[in-house]
């Protein structure tokens, strides 16, 4: 089945250095992939859309410039953390629509990406 | 912003009960999913029910739901230990807004 992949699983970074978290769709073209954020215990919260070819929208309250949101080709969008700071040390979550799939419409999820800023 | 309420927000349960998890949203919508997420990971879709529909059974899964009400339910029967998990429901039809979630335990 359509599988999405992020990369790193894991990372630590030092505070003010920036970091970038990869989500491929691995079997399946993904003009729109979306970022969550999800803090221990917390339920996730969509911090942004990625369009291929074109800007990302983002929710209100995130920073645009902080989380910047790149997705250059129909597989690949990748979420860099600027100037990380210990608050952005989160669990990181994309999904991808697959149009083409079964069900012409099925959102699937990488397994997210833990960052530790120290 | 958050969606939707769900409850529990922590359910501790034997293996072979039930376990039931309640989740309920603001607004109108075109369909509910149900997903689970293992400590630590990714989120695994578990089932889809549409407005029009009202119960849908998947396996050990029954999902209801109520429009007028605007809510939902899981239930697990059966459990095993391998449920552990925590369960969230969530609404939309692209970005997908979640609820809080149910941390269920499922202890052999």
């Known amino acids: 089945g359509a599988v999405v992949s992020q990369h790193p699983s894991w990372v630590i970074c030092k505070s003010g250095t920036s970091v970038k978290i990869e989500c491929r769709s691995l079997?399946?073209?993904?003009?729109?992939m979306f970022w969550y954020r999800q803090f221990p215990k917390q339920s996730l919260m969509l911090m942004a859309t990625?369009?291929?070819?074109?800007?990302?929208?983002?929710e209100q309250g995130v920073e645009k410039d902080k989380f910047l949101i790149n997705h250059a080709s129909l597989t690949l969008s990748t979420l860099t953390v600027t100037s990380a700071h210990p608050e952005d040390s989160s669990f990181y979550i994309c999904s991808a629509r697959d149009r083409g799939g079964v069900s012409g419409n099925t959102i699937y999820f990488g397994e997210g990406s833990w960052l530790t800023v120290v | 912003s958050q969606q939707g309420e769900e409850d529990p927000q922590a359910l501790s349960i034997q293996e072979g009960e039930n376990a039931t998890m309640n989740c309920s949203y603001k607004t109108s919508i075109n369909n509910l999913q149900w997903y689970r997420q293992n400590s630590g990971r990714g989120l695994v879709h578990l089932i889809l029910?549409?407005?029009?529909?009202r119960e849908k059974h998947s396996g050990r899964l029954r999902v209801t739901l109520d429009t007028s009400k605007k809510s939902s339910s899981l239930l697990i029967t059966a459990s095993r230990a391998a449920d552990t998990a925590s369960y969230f429901c969530a609404t939309g039809f692209q970005k997908l807004v979640f609820g809080t979630g149910t941390r269920l335990l499922v202890s052999p």
């Open positions: 079997d399946f073209q993904a003009t729109t």
């Open positions: 990625s369009n291929e070819g074109s800007k990302a929208t983002y």
């Open positions: 029910i549409r407005s029009n529909e």
